[in-house]
């Protein structure tokens, strides 16, 4: 494909991207590399004959088998790369139809890709963990790259990761650069992992080229994340060093077995991913390379506001014309803030496969649409595909998820209105205390300085501090023998509460002790007979079980709560600070609580693993309903 601004050379039939000319650079694509590992669609399936099974699936590079040309005039070309599957492929390729479009139009400086997976109802079940669009860029020109704004850098080379210049550490992608090529790296920490992003933020990243005459950028831009999984807030992969940028639209990470796409062996099902845009741009040599960036963002700008797209040519992008648009208003009703009911800005508020609330984060397999409230609680979600829907929300400041009452079936072109819908967050009593701020991150809550063996300089000072690499060991460091106490009246959530309640290395060896974490607080009276209630709100679980106990943490005393061991988010190990949300409200009798100095104790018993754990995004403890009328009252109330 050629537009005489950029020239895109696709192998036939199998679909890789083997060739990217533009700029004088006769290509960008990693070189060294073979033709089917520059630019190429891949997936990570099993046969799911296993539910439960955590092990890696096998790896499909989706090469196809026919090439066609669907559409060839002088205002476009497009071209459809397809697979089509049969019994006899069976246990070998998953049982998907696959069709990867690659579309050029006049005057574009970049071209679009998309793809269509297929699942016939006839055809047996299979489980599909993650699958992308992925290009690797010659190492010897893209040494600079952008995530977001305030995450750009440059990078080291892959050769760096190798074993005399890297010295691997406690999993395959991190690695310590002990003999850099590049001696500005040295001591540093690469690993992929640091550089993913939110679903929501995630619309353009990419590399620059410094090679003089002409600085060159490549970027991936997202117009649309409707056919990503996991709402707004999932985290993907991005670019990392290879030079490799990612376009991911599934995938298990930050989230684990719960976001695997299970088919079933009578399921049909069909899903269009992208179109995407890889855009390519260029500055004079003496111009500012980050002007690239800054040109990177403004496409990104543009092709936001073309979404969606009038060129795809299969019938399955649904067009412009025959989406449609739901408007409304969110208002949220806490009795025991507020007796109105209070219009609600920054909300989110999205449509997504009908289910219990807050589902959406571990729907995968259908389209999500999501909006965010104006300040004075409107909301207008556009370009939604025709379909069946439950409408959900989130606010921050407020525990919980919001679903709206019915499902929403949504055709053709409509417009629908659902008027004033109000969210009544859990609730039973007024507030005693509280730690930390509800807003499904651990990121309020105090992250420690990183081992100076084991940094990224990019987050020194950052704002995303807890990117670096180890931090689940300076837990060990910080409380040696005693775990971490917490007192109401006197501590500060952001400086006395770790964001993870990881497990402890013991010192002189690689195992571990589990944890018990002590919330202490004071009664000055007790209603006996009144249930207060615990809200523990979560921001991510790894393969961990939580236990609460009340006054008494001795070992013969049965935990009030357990939640049984859950989650497989692997969020500490990768660097996050949320993953999935979970919630959990714990009736305590009044009969458990004393007069005075109360505890409340949290314990994590599993400790297998450093990697095992919590991060906790909100707890409260409320009064019984009836509190308002009694006299008693806490001694210190943490302020927000």
Not at 395 to 405: A, N, R, S, W
Not at 434 to 442: F, H, L, N
């Amino acid at each position: 494909m050629d537009n005489g601004i950029v020239k895109v050379t696709i192998s036939n039939p199998e679909g890789f991207v083997t060739e990217i000319q533009y700029n004088g650079i006769d290509n960008l694509l990693e070189v060294l590399n073979t033709e089917s590992n520059r630019g190429y669609y891949d997936m990570v399936w099993d046969e799911g004959k296993k539910k439960g099974a955590r092990k890696k699936g096998a790896f499909d590079r989706m090469d196809a088998t026919e090439m066609s040309v669907i559409v060839e005039n002088e205002e476009q070309v497009e071209l459809s790369f397809t697979r089509t599957w049969n019994s006899s492929l069976q246990g070998l390729y998953p049982p998907l139809n696959i069709d990867k479009r690659f579309v050029m139009v006049d005057g574009s400086s970049g071209f679009y890709t998309y793809a269509i997976y297929e699942h016939l109802e006839e055809w047996p079940g299979f489980n599909l963990s993650n699958t992308r669009i992925a290009f690797k860029l010659r190492k010897d020109k893209f040494n600079y790259m952008v995530v977001e704004e305030e995450r750009q850098r440059f990078m080291p080379l892959p050769d760096d990761r190798e074993e005399g210049r890297g010295q691997v550490l406690a999993y395959p992608e991190a690695v310590l650069l002990t003999n850099p090529i590049e001696p500005q790296f040295k001591g540093e920490v690469d690993d992929k992992y640091q550089y993913s992003i939110e679903s929501r933020k995630n619309h353009v990243h990419g590399w620059i080229s410094m090679d003089p005459p002409k600085s060159t950028g490549f970027w991936i831009i997202t117009p649309s994340n409707e056919f990503r999984c996991g709402g707004p807030l999932k985290q993907f992969l991005a670019s990392h060093v290879g030079p490799t940028a990612l376009s991911v639209f599934h995938s298990t990470h930050y989230s684990g077995v719960d976001l695997i796409m299970r088919f079933g062996p009578n399921e049909a099902w069909k899903k269009v991913y992208g179109p995407i845009f890889i855009y390519l741009n260029s500055l004079s040599n003496g111009e500012s390379p980050t002007q690239l960036w800054d040109d990177a963002r403004q496409q990104t700008v543009n092709e936001i506001e073309s979404w969606p797209y009038r060129f795809p040519a299969s019938k399955d992008f649904v067009k412009g014309e025959e989406r449609a648009k739901l408007e409304g208003r969110l208002l949220v009703h806490d009795r025991y803030m507020s007796d109105a009911f209070i219009p609600v800005g920054s909300a989110y508020v999205g449509l997504a496969s009908p289910g219990e609330p807050g589902s959406w984060q571990r729907e995968s397999k259908g389209y999500q649409f999501w909006t965010i409230t104006d300040d004075k609680g409107y909301f207008s979600i556009t370009n939604i595909l025709p379909g069946n829907y439950s409408l959900y929300s989130w606010v921050k400041g407020y525990i919980g998820d919001y679903k709206y009452h019915q499902v929403i079936n949504i055709t053709s072109g409509s417009e629908v209105n659902v008027g004033e819908v109000v969210y009544e967050p859990a609730r039973e009593g007024p507030t005693l205390w509280e730690i930390g701020i509800p807003d499904r991150s651990a990121a309020e809550f105090y992250v420690p300085d990183p081992n100076h063996k084991y940094i990224n300089t990019l987050y020194l000072n950052h704002t995303d501090r807890y990117r670096q690499y180890g931090l689940w060991e300076r837990y060990a460091d910080l409380y040696p023998q005693e775990d971490l106490v917490y007192n109401v009246s006197t501590s500060d959530y952001t400086k006395d509460w770790f964001f993870a309640q990881v497990n402890r290395k013991k010192e002189n060896n690689n195992t571990y002790e589990a944890t018990t974490w002590k919330i202490n607080f004071n009664l000055e009276n007790v209603i006996a007979n009144g249930t207060y209630k615990l809200r523990v709100a979560l921001a991510s679980v790894h393969f961990a079980e939580l236990q609460i106990r009340v006054n008494n943490n001795s070992e013969g005393n049965p935990a009030l709560f357990r939640s049984g061991v859950i989650g497989s988010e692997n969020t500490i190990a990768r660097h996050g600070i949320h993953g999935f949300y979970w919630l959990f409200n714990v009736d305590i009798e009044g009969t458990l609580l004393g007069q005075g100095n109360n505890s409340i104790f949290f314990s994590q018993p599993n400790n297998t693993s450093p990697f095992q754990g919590i991060l906790y995004d909100y707890i409260r403890l409320e009064a019984p309903p009836h509190y308002t009328n009694f006299t008693s009252k806490l001694n210190n109330i943490l302020p927000n």
